[in-house]
């Protein structure tokens, strides 16, 4: 296989492949899908210098994370959100300050493991961190996935409805939490989610 350009001409930097020799074996796709698989296995994830940062500090195995949370099979929204917050697109820079406890440097790391005010009001501590660090088991990556869902539901409610009393607070979180786990583990009952 070599470079040519539009003509078909060989050039270094032309933008087309054209195939002299082609073998009379081909691969099979099968083949090719391991190969183009141990391919990107072999390379590093393209993360930023945040995301970098931030895994190295949990330790984090990032591949194993990830992989783990495609096979989850979660709602779209809860998939999307979960891809958004490990690529840091949640935009918390638009916010002044935590509506929890009113800190004004307001970043992931605060809202989802260290917000003085979300930590009590959660029956685990630290959901961020736990889900960043591994083992990246499914049953407790799915739960603390749930759990961060439920902060970042009851955050965009008083984001646009108002401050809620804690009891309020302490109420939604765990109906969204055991509403969603029960609906994600009914959905997949079918495949083993929780081992
Ligand atoms: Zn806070």
Not at 76 to 86: A, D, E, Q, V
């Amino acid at each position: 296989m070599t470079k040519t350009n539009k003509l078909r001409c060989l050039s270094n930097t032309g933008r087309y492949f054209s195939i002299l020799s082609p073998p009379s074996n081909p691969p099979t796709s099968h083949a090719l899908r391991n190969k183009i698989t141990a391919r990107l296995h072999s390379q590093h994830l393209p993360l930023s210098t945040v995301q970098a940062q931030t895994f190295h500090t949990y330790n984090t195995n990032t591949i194993t994370l990830f992989k783990t949370i495609h096979n989850l099979k979660l709602y779209p929204t809860i998939l999307s959100f979960s891809w958004r917050l490990l690529h840091k697109t949640l935009h918390f820079y638009l916010h002044l300050y935590c509506p929890f406890c009113h800190q004004t440097l307001l970043n992931s790391l605060h809202f989802f493991s260290t917000c003085p005010v979300i930590s009590t009001l959660l029956l685990t501590q630290s959901s961020l961190s736990n889900l960043l660090s591994p083992p990246h088991h499914k049953e407790k990556t799915l739960f603390t996935l749930i759990t961060l869902w439920a902060i970042w539901k009851l955050f965009t409610r008083e984001t646009h409805e108002g401050p809620l009393p804690n009891d309020a607070r302490s109420k939604v979180l765990q109906t969204i939490t055991s509403n969603k786990l029960s609906r994600v583990k009914l959905a997949h009952s079918q495949h083993d989610v929780t081992s």
